[in-house]
C-alpha cells in the first residue's frame, strides 16, 4: 500500500530541476501513506514518484519499477495489492515472460505489457495505478472495482497531474483550492457522502471507480471496464449458499498474502466474526502462530454505556465469545475522549474533507495504535452494503423518502450555509438531480419481483455511495498512519454474485443479512450468528459531547474566521446551546441515531 504521484506534459520538457522538486514536494504529502519508502522516475516528458508502505517482497518491489521490452519502456507506479498475483504469474511465464521476484508490482507491470488495456479485465484486486509508455508517450490510468484504492487527476495548460490524494495536486504550481456551487452541493447536500468522479474542488476529479484512463496527444480518454449486471438467478437455496460460502471464503484466503504481520479487526459482530474465523483456520491449517485481532473500545464505556434499539448491548461479551473459540491473540485498544475529539482535525486532513466525525477519528486513532503490532488488517466492511444489512433496507419511510436514505436532513442542510449563499444553492435540487441520476443507472429484470426490484435500487444507492463513502474513510484513516486495511467482502466476484440473488432469498426468515447468517448458522456461535446488527463503536462518555462543543463555540465566536462567511453563524451558535436539537435530523444516519455526528469542528 502505498501512495502515488505524477505529471505528464507532451509538449514541454520537464525533466528539468524545477520538475524534480515539484514532484518531490507532491510525493511529499503522500510520505504518511507510504513511510518506508520512496522513489521517483523523469523523462522529457513524464514525471513519476511513489512512497512505499512495505507489505510484499521489500527488495523486489521498489517503485517507480521500470522493465523494457522489445524496445520499449514502461514504467509504474501502484498503490495496492493483487490477489490473484500467483495466477497471473503463470499465465505470463507461459507467454514468456520471467520474474526478478515475488511482487505483485512486478506482475501487474508486466501484465499490461502483454494484455495491454484488457489488463483491467484480469485483475483481482485493489489498485489504483500508472503506467508510462516511453514509446507511445502515453499514460494509462486505472482504479479497482469498487473504488477502495484512490486516484485523483487535474489539468492545468498542457500538464495532466495525477495522485492519491487531493492534497498533493493541490500543491502543484497555481492549482488553487476553489469550491464552486457544485462543490457546495456535494460538501452540505451530498456529504459525507460525494457523487463518484467528483473531487470536490474545482476542476479535481475522482476517477471513477472500475474506471481506466489513457492520457496522450489526443487528450484524456476513460472508459469503464465492469459494473454489476442484472441476471436472472437461478440456482437453488442450497447451491446459493455453497456458492457464496466459497467465494467468502476464497476472498478471505486471498487477501492473507503478507510479507509483514497481519491481523483482524474483531468487534464481535457478524460480519469480524466471520472474517476472523476463516483468517484463523487459515493460520491453524498452515502452521502459524495465533493469528492477532483488535477491538476497539473507550475510557469509561462500561460506565456510561445506554441500552438503544439501534444499540442494544456492547461488543465485550460477543468479542470473548470468538477468543474462547478460536483462541487469538486478542488486544483492546481503549481511546479516551481528549484523543478522539483532537483527532477530528488529523482525520479531516487524512480525508482532505469533512467526513464522519468521531467515526474517522476513532478509526484513525484505531489504526495508529494497532500499527504498533501489525502493517495490514482484514475488516468486515462491506458486508452490509453487499447482503443487504443496513434499517433503510426494511424501513418503508427510508425506502419511500425520495431520496438517499441516509441523508435526508435536506431542510437543516440549507440552513447550515449563510443566508446569501443559501439564496443562490438550492441543495435539494442538486440532491434529487444526483439521486435520479445514479437511480437511471439500474438495470430492473421483467423477472424481478416488485421486492427484489424495490431492493436492487436502494442496493445500487447503498453499493455506489454509502459504500464508497466508507471505503474512502477506511482507506484514508488506515493509510495516515502507514496502515494497510483489506475488505473481502467487497471481492467484486462475491458482489456480482450476491447482486443477483432474489431480496426473498437475501433476507431469508425476514433478517438483515438473513442468507449470510444462514451460510454461517454451523460455523459461528449462534449468539453471534443471531446478533442484532450493532454499529461501529462509539464513546458514550458525556465529555465528548462536551469537549467538541467548546471546539466550535471558539471558532464560531471568532467573527473573523474565514467558515464564517461561508456558514450560517447565528444557526450553528442555536444548535451548540441546545446540544444540536436545534438541528432536528442527524447530519446523516448511517445505521443509527448519533448524536456525536453534529460535532464536527470546522477549520478556522
Partial sequence: MCGIVGFVNLKQEISNENYKNILTNMNNCLKQRGPDENGTYITNHACLAHSRLIVVDPNGGKQPMSFSYYGNKYTIIYNGQLYNTDELRKELASAGFTFNGHSDTEVLLKSYIHWKYDVVHKLNGIFAFAIWDENNQELFIARDHFGIKPLYYHQQDDFFIIASEIKSILSFPHVEAKIDSEGLGELFGIGPCHTPGNGLFKDIFELKPAHFGIYNSSGLHTERYWKLVSRPHQDSLGKTCETVQFLLEDSIKRQLV????????????????????????????????????????????????KKTDFQPNSDNYYINLMINKLHTNHKSIVLDTPELAKALEDAM??????????????LLLFCKNVKQYATVSLTGECADEIFGGYPWFFREDALNSGTFPWSIAISERQN???????????????????????????????????????????SHLTLNWFMQTLLDRSDRMA????????????????????????????????????????????????????????????????????????????????????????LNRDYILQIIETDGTAFTRPWFRPTYDRSTTYGLPLPS
Fill in 479 to 566: 493509510m495516515y498512519n502507514g496502515f494497510e486495511l483489506r475488505v473481502p467482502f467487497c471481492d467484486y466476484r462475491l458482489a456480482e454474485y450476491v447482486w443477483n440473488i432474489p431480496w426473498e432469498m437475501k433476507a431469508l426468515n425476514g433478517r438483515e443479512k438473513g442468507l449470510l447468517r444462514y451460510v454461517m448458522r454451523n460455523a459461528l456461535p449462534s449468539e453471534i450468528v443471531d446478533r442484532k446488527k450493532s454499529p461501529y463503536p462509539k464513546t458514550w462518555n458525556p465529555t465528548y459531547l462536551a469537549t467538541v462543543k467548546q471546539m466550535l463555540t471558539e471558532i464560531m465566536q471568532n467573527k473573523n474566521a474565514p467558515i464564517n462567511n461561508l
Fill in 349 to 362: 486532513i487524512a480525508r482532505d474533507f469533512p467526513g464522519m466525525a468521531d467515526v474517522d477519528s476513532s
Fill in 258 to 305: 503478507s510479507d509483514v504481520p497481519l491481523c483482524t479487526f474483531l468487534s464481535g459482530g457478524l460480519d469480524s466474526s466471520i472474517i476472523t474465523l476463516y483468517a484463523s483456520n487459515y493460520c491453524k491449517e498452515h502452521g502459524l502462530p495465533p493469528l492477532n485481532t483488535f477491538s476497539v473500545d473507550y475510557v469509561d464505556n462500561d460506565k456510561n454505556f
Fill in 416 to 458: 447550515l450555509l449563510n443566508p446569501e449563499i443559501s439564496k443562490k444553492i438550492d441543495l435539494k435540487s442538486y440532491i434529487d438531480y444526483r439521486y435520479n441520476e445514479s437511480l437511471d443507472d439500474v438495470e430492473i429484470l421483467k423477472t424481478d419481483s416488485e421486492e427484489t426490484a424495490e431492493k436492487r435500487k436502494i
